[in-house]
């Protein structure tokens, strides 16, 4: 089944390149990829695909039967929206979506899984058990379109005993995939801080409470909950990125407007932080006879890869690609919507090389250069196809 694999993602690969060029070239933001789920459907139709359900609005559930389907189940998991970015790559794929930008691979992750379905959909009479596509809306965005698919029952009737997804890698070669066993992503948390005082001229502070310097006395505390509360051997991150203090050089502003993110890996810490920055915006708010409103919104919890499928899917990917090209990560301090999967069924969530030296293909994601190796996709495609029939043989 292996070599069939192999051959059937590899036949694919000038299919799986145009598929992802369109989608690039088409991206849609988070909830809004109404155009992107009818191209997918199209494709699913087209290979034959029957069972197509609609969900969580711009969502769609798949389901593909083997011989003997209720045996066991298994999904995989896409995402499908892009980023308000501004492309600047040069290239003929490149965003038609003046500011919308597939800049995190979505387009890749959708394309691997539309591979997965026409393998998949070849194989159906080789295979026992059920395989359940999950082509998802809204990774980048609260609630996290995870979260809404969830909700809407993909994961019932039947139940998957598994839920896998990969993530394209611009620090991976192409070529080479990777995957940690256990706690893998960080908690997301978005801060949204309005601090009011008293404006006025900025050669009378004495008749003003200014927000700016409320501001840095903020700024400053909230570092603290990382480097004085939080226990040294749990991962946390507190970040501000946006600061608006709307003032001039003789002008005292009467508020200031930050947007920031805590991110960590412990659910009861989560929740002490939370209490710890609302109580130092509360006092300093207090002693210096401003107000301070600290919103915590709070998104997608912590990943966890099932230590048993994650080591069932790396042995299977280093059948699948060989020992030398299978990697073990580290933690990731980014966020992740599959999240929600890990919560409720054993999960495994690795990541899939799309790094090129020699080609130039090296941004970073959420970058306005980012792009990949499309050598990656019929590894994507191929492997992925691999893992679920290979869980679905595991006892």
């Excluded at 192409?174 to 601090?195: C, H, N, P, Q």
């Excluded at 207090?286 to 230590?307: Q, S, V």
């Excluded at 069924?345 to 690795?350: L, T, V």
């Excluded at 959420?366 to 691999?386: K, N, S, V």
Aim: glycine share 8%.
């Amino acid at each position: 089944m292996l070599e069939e694999i192999k051959l059937k993602a590899k036949h694919k690969s000038d299919e799986l390149i145009a598929i992802r060029r369109h989608l690039h070239s088409h991206p849609e933001l988070s909830f809004q990829e109404f155009n992107t789920v009818a191209y997918v459907k199209a494709q699913l139709t087209q290979l034959g695909i029957t069972s197509i359900e609609p969900k969580a609005n711009t969502g769609l559930l798949v389901t593909i039967e083997g011989k003997n389907p209720t045996k066991k189940c298994i999904a995989l998991r896409a995402d499908m929206d892009a980023l308000p970015i501004t492309e600047l790559n040069e290239v003929p794929y490149k965003s038609q979506n003046v500011g919308v930008m597939h800049a995190c691979g979505h387009d890749a992750h959708t394309t691997c899984l539309l591979g997965v379905a026409g393998i998949l959909h070849d194989l159906k009479a080789h295979f026992e058990g059920t395989v359940k596509l999950l082509f998802q809306p809204g990774e980048e965005k609260l609630p996290g379109g995870a979260s809404l698919m969830i909700k809407e029952g993909v994961l019932e009737n039947p139940r998957p005993n598994a839920v896998i997804g990969q993530h394209v890698m611009p620090l991976i070669p192409v070529g080479k995939v990777g995957f940690r066993s256990g706690l893998y992503m960080a908690s997301t948390d978005e801060l949204y801080v309005t601090i009011k005082g008293k404006g006025g001229h900025g050669a009378m502070p004495h008749l003003c409470i200014d927000p700016i310097i409320i501001m840095a006395e903020l700024l400053t505390q909230l570092q603290t909950v990382v480097s004085r509360n939080a226990n040294p051997i749990v991962p946390s991150v507190l970040s501000f990125g946006k600061v608006i203090a709307n003032g001039a050089t003789n002008v005292i502003p009467n508020e200031v407007y930050l947007e920031g993110t805590f991110r960590t890996l412990d659910e009861n810490w989560r929740a002490k932080a939370h209490e710890r920055m609302l109580a130092i915006a509360d006092g300093i708010a207090k002693a210096h006879g401003a107000t301070i409103d600290f919103e915590i919104r709070k998104g997608y919890p912590f990943l966890l890869n099932d230590p048993e499928i994650t080591a069932k899917a790396k042995a299977a990917a280093i059948a699948y690609l060989g020992s030398d090209q299978v990697l073990d990560l580290d933690i990731w301090m980014a966020a992740e919507d599959f999240s929600y999967y890990s919560q409720v069924a054993p999960a495994c969530f690795y990541r899939l090389g799309t790094r090129n030296e020699a080609k130039g293909i090296v941004s970073g994601v959420h970058t306005p250069t980012f792009d990949i190796d499309e050598a990656a996709l019929e590894i994507g495609a191929g492997l992925m196809a691999y893992l679920a029939l290979e869980e679905l043989k595991s006892q």
